[in-house]
């Protein structure tokens, strides 16, 4: 629920299916609020490695919302 919308609906007979969805939100906002409070900077090599990694997948997968 989102200001009281339901967002996605889910069914499903299989316990551990269930407990995916639920624990899945449950955890995703408490390690988004550690991994901000706890940032380390990537050095300015990592930084460059990552983005010339980005740039590659870019390139052999091309961006394309048109399907």
Same mark, same amino acid.
């Given at each position: 629920?989102?200001?009281?919308?339901?967002?996605?609906?889910?069914?499903?007979?299989?316990?551990?299916?269930?407990?995916?969805?639920?624990?899945?939100?449950?955890?995703s906002?408490?390690?988004?609020?550690?991994?901000?409070? $706890?940032?380390i900077?990537?050095?300015?090599?990592?930084?460059a490695?990552?983005?010339?990694? $980005?740039?590659?997948?870019?390139?052999?997968?091309?961006?394309?919302?048109? $399907?």
């Amino acid at each position: 629920m989102e200001r009281g919308n339901e967002v996605s609906h889910i069914t499903t007979p299989q316990l551990d299916e269930l407990l995916y969805h639920v624990f899945e939100s449950i955890t995703s906002s408490p390690a988004s609020i550690y991994a901000v409070d $706890h940032r380390i900077e990537d050095s300015p090599q990592w930084a460059a490695r990552r983005s010339q990694e $980005h740039a590659k997948i870019l390139r052999e997968n091309p961006f394309n919302d048109r $399907h």
